[in-house]
């Protein structure tokens, strides 16, 4: 009887010990953490050409943002000092007030206001073309922003499907077909695709906020357009 106790004393002690040894063992095992930075170091050489693309949609998009913006200021006070000149005949006075704007309303204007004299048909084709070319300025580089929105997602695509080649080659040869060695890879080859959509959607946001801005303009440049057409025909009617 007391053989039996001293045993199970003694098994009892060795789970203890088991017990402790493996509570230290956990409480120093570091906490394992992903980090932004080393998670753009994992993503492989796919993720420079996805960061080329990045800093180029962005510079893109601020630089035709504030220029369209610019473009778009309310021009309703060049309108009002036109209309005044013309009505006081002072035509000389209209287009210095035009050049001065340095606007693509104002060049527009000053254009139809240099082709006085002429029929009204040639007045609009003047400003026709000059608006046609303002609009061209505007929308430079736009379609840019629209290819990085379509290329950069395909870009991480192509790291995902590199890293999934690399990780089944490297199985076929150390024939160690496990969890952990397919999803420790796996997880860091996803990174090229999150980082290639993220900056895709980025881009095909800022294409269309560029595009819209850029109708919302047109449509007021034809708006004051037409108006200057009505103003130049009233001493006429």
């Not at 004393?9 to 230290?24: P, Q, R």
């Not at 997880?187 to 959607?201: C, E, F, P, R």
């Amino acid at each position: 009887m007391t053989l039996l106790f001293l045993q199970a004393t003694d098994t009892a002690n060795k789970l203890l010990d088991t017990a402790k040894h493996a509570g230290v063992q956990l409480a120093q095992a570091p906490d394992q953490e992903i980090h932004f930075g080393d998670l753009i170091i994992k993503g492989g050489w796919v993720m420079i050409p996805i960061g080329i693309l990045a800093v180029l949609g962005l510079v893109i998009f601020f630089e035709r943002y504030f220029t369209i913006r610019k473009a778009s200021k309310n021009e309703s006070n060049l309108m009002i000092q036109v209309r005044s000149s013309i009505h006081t005949g002072n035509l000389e006075s209209a287009i210095a007030i035009c050049r001065n704007s340095n606007t693509p309303l104002g060049r527009m204007l000053q254009k139809g206001l240099l082709r006085i004299g002429r029929p009204i048909k040639d007045i609009e084709g003047a400003i026709e073309n000059v608006g046609k070319l303002e609009v061209a300025k505007l929308e430079k580089n736009i379609g840019i922003l629209g290819i990085v929105a379509g290329i950069a997602p395909m870009f991480g695509f192509l790291g995902t499907i590199i890293g999934v080649i690399k990780i089944f080659f490297d199985i076929s040869k150390t024939d160690n077909f496990s969890i952990g060695v397919v999803s420790g890879g796996l997880y860091v080859k996803m990174i090229t695709s999150a980082a290639g959509l993220t900056v895709g959607i980025v881009a095909y946001v800022g294409y269309h906020i560029l595009n819209m801005m850029v109708e919302r303009l047109i449509l007021n440049l034809e708006t004051d357009a037409i108006e200057f057409i009505d103003l130049l025909e009233e001493p006429s009617k």
